[in-house]
Nanobody, 126 residues
Framework: QVQLVESGGGLVQTGGSLRLSCAAN?????????MGWFRQDPRKDREFVAT????????YYADSVKGRFTVSRDNAKNTVYLQMNSLKPEDTAVYYC??????????????????WGQGTQVTVSS
């Protein structure tokens, strides 16, 4: 069982930046987990944001955040990050970190992720 804890959310103005962190208690196996970020507004379904693979650190983004958000990982710290720049009001949501079982590749489908954090709120004011 992997536990994920997000942090770094908050209130920011349009055009501002935030960096989310997700710490995992996966021990030395963290490097074998593909990690993803998702978000959910209460009025919408959960939405894919970004993912980073376990094998070579390749990344993949939703079109809505491409060029503004950057996902990265530090396997030595068992942590994945989401740097969010040029934030817009439509980015307002609860952001969730998720992990796939070891050795699984990219996915933008939330149902293919096995472990989830509790979420962190991001609010972008206009």
């Amino acid at each position: 069982q992997v536990q994920l804890v997000e942090s770094g959310g908050g209130l920011v103005q349009t055009g501002g930046s935030l960096r989310l962190s997700c710490a995992a208690n996966a021990g030395r196996t963290f490097s074998s987990y593909t990690m993803g970020w998702f978000r959910q507004d209460p009025r919408k379904d959960r939405e894919f944001v970004a993912t980073i693979s376990w094998s070579d650190g390749s990344t993949y983004y939703a079109d809505s955040v491409k060029g503004r958000f950057t996902v990265s990982r530090d396997n030595a710290k068992n942590t994945v990050y989401l740097q969010m720049n040029s934030l817009k009001p439509e980015d307002t949501a609860v952001y969730y970190c998720a992990a796939r079982r070891p050795g699984r590749g990219f996915s933008s489908d939330s149902y293919e992720y096995d472990y989830w954090g509790q979420g962190t709120q991001v609010t972008v004011s206009s």
